[in-house]
């Protein structure tokens, strides 16, 4: 009696990929088709998926074998999810059942599900696979057409687009070859918005601290009443971002392949902008579930969290943020395993400064009570504020600047582009300077944000202004050590922006007023 056959296909956890080996043997006796390994119902179910697939593609299926077979994924440790493994399990079936010419398996992974007419549709994590056969030294991935394009953006692997499996079975026998998939050539997007900082009327310095948030990486917090423009600077932002690199794209389309959030042939190749609104769960935002998968934290990896209301997200939720903005990643804790996914986001966060919005406004009245403004301005509790490096008031505009109009209709398109490129110039030579700063850093860091209070240490220059300012101001306030290195950090990207090679007092000072509202 011929020996078990064996395939290689891959297990998605978290998001990274796991081998896994499909063994199939084929016994005397009565008719079974068992699957075992850990099997979840959705892999159990692949029995039936893959007897139709072979019968339906002119192949003699298990239900007309009078013989037990029995399917093992291995190692069996480890919880199998998911619809991936029909193409294996098909293809370890056939070399069993001398259906198919022996062929090289040990340096192949195929993955796929069949549809019932032997089609394949894609399955969540092509990319994530192709990462793995990579690592593992394999030539050859074979994946449904759809999941191709986004796993041939890893180099050094032969990625095969297979559309069913009579063409895949032509391909191994060498009857007829499909063609491997071209290598996905990276092109960033230009950052398309349909807000830029141009069309924003007034709000100068709030504008000012947005762009310095996006040179350094730096998390920030907009307070201010009700129609200020705080929603749209948000959305603005993400067009002063710089554009993406191939590594930042790669770990992008890793976290959205796992979340089975790629259309069919689509790579990201711009930054996220994500929005939850303040109704989200705390798996919705963070991650997880039973079969843990990737939230909007995560999904908004190098690019921007904005959450809206930011007092009216649940107490629970908005703490389990500390770990993230600390550490740029999230760790899920289950009762088997723990699963990382990356985090690493520029939060920007929108809220009013009381209940009904207009505390503080000098036009309206505030109908709140003092409680009721110190209750609601305390959700937002003193640890996770101390996350946020950049906390600024959007003050109401006034109806004449509003109205004022600094160019012509046929005009105002062109002249409000070259302001926002400018703009957007200025960010990307500040993360030049950072990215040059960082370049012999391990780990890999990008901006200043990311930096440790060791690292701010090493880095920092200061003149003797600055120098001065620091012991009049700094050493004399109650700022917690957190604060101060953020503070130090803010200077820096200042310094960064305004292409200086020291920090001055008046970065310091400016710095400092960004960090001002934590202490009232």
């Not at 804790?333 to 919005?357: D, I, Y």
């Amino acid at each position: 009696m011929k020996g078990p056959a064996r395939i290689f296909s891959a297990e998605l956890d978290g998001i990274n990929a796991e081998l896994i080996e499909v063994e199939t043997d084929i016994n005397v006796g009565l008719h079974a088709f068992n699957i075992v390994g850990l099997a979840d119902k959705s892999v159990s179910e692949a029995k039936e998926r893959v007897n139709s697939a072979l019968k339906n593609s002119g192949i003699k299926p298990p239900t007309k074998e009078n013989r037990r077979i029995t399917v093992n994924l291995a190692p069996a440790d480890i919880k199998k999810i998911g619809s991936q493994f029909d193409l294996a399990i098909a293809l370890a079936y056939l070399l069993a059942s001398d259906q198919i010419k022996e062929f090289e398996t040990r340096d192949k992974i195929f993955v796929g599900e069949l549809s019932l007419d032997g089609s394949l549709r894609s399955v969540n994590g092509g990319l994530n696979i192709a990462q793995l056969a990579k690592k593992l030294g394999f030539k050859y991935l074979f994946v449904p057409e759809a999941n191709a394009e986004e796993a041939a953006i890893i180099n050094g692997i032969s990625v095969i687009p297979v559309s069913n499996l009579k063409a895949l079975i032509a391909h191994l026998e060498n009857q007829t070859v499909i063609p491997t998939q071209p290598t996905t050539v990276f092109a960033p997007d230009n950052q398309f918005s349909l807000v830029n900082f141009d069309d924003i009327k007034g709000q100068e310095n709030a504008k000012r601290a947005l762009a310095l948030a996006a040179a350094g990486g730096h998390n920030i917090l907009m307070i201010g009443p009700p129609g200020t423009g705080k929603t749209m600077m948000a959305q603005a932002l993400i067009s002063l971002l710089p554009s993406l690199v191939l590594a930042e794209a790669t770990e992008i389309n890793q976290v959205y392949s796992a979340a089975g959030l790629l259309k069919k042939n689509f790579f990201i190749n711009y930054r996220p902008f994500r929005s939850p609104h303040h109704s989200s769960s705390l798996i919705a935002l963070i991650g997880g579930g039973s079969y843990p998968k990737p939230g909007e934290i995560s999904l908004a990896h190098r690019g921007i969290l904005f959450l809206d209301e930011f007092p009216e997200f649940h107490r629970d939720l908005l703490e389990a943020l500390r770990q993230p903005l600390e550490n740029g990643i999230i760790n899920i804790s289950r009762a088997k395993k723990n699963l990382t996914f990356p985090a690493n986001f520029t939060l920007v966060a929108a809220m009013n400064p009381c209940p009904c919005g207009y505390f503080g406004d000098p036009q309206k009245e505030c109908r709140c009570g003092a409680y009721e403004v110190f209750r609601y301005q305390k959700k937002i509790s003193g640890p996770l504020l101390d996350r946020i490096d950049i906390q600024i008031e959007v003050p109401r505009v006034e109806i004449s600047e509003l109205r004022n109009k600094k160019a012509a209709p046929n005009q105002q398109t062109s002249v409000a582009n070259s302001a926002n490129q400018t703009l957007k110039s200025k960010i990307a030579s500040a993360r030049e300077i950072q990215a040059r700063r960082f370049a012999d850093f391990k780990p890999k860091i990008h901006t200043n944000s990311e930096m440790t209070s060791k690292q701010v240490e090493a880095v920092i220059d200061f003149d003797n202004s600055a120098e001065d300012f620091l012991k009049n101001v700094l050493e004399k306030t109650f700022l917690s050590g957190r604060s101060y290195y953020r503070i130090l950090k803010i200077a820096q990207t200042i310094a960064d922006f305004e292409t200086s090679k020291k920090i001055t007092s008046d970065h310091l000072a400016e710095a400092y007023q960004y960090r001002t509202r934590e202490s009232n």
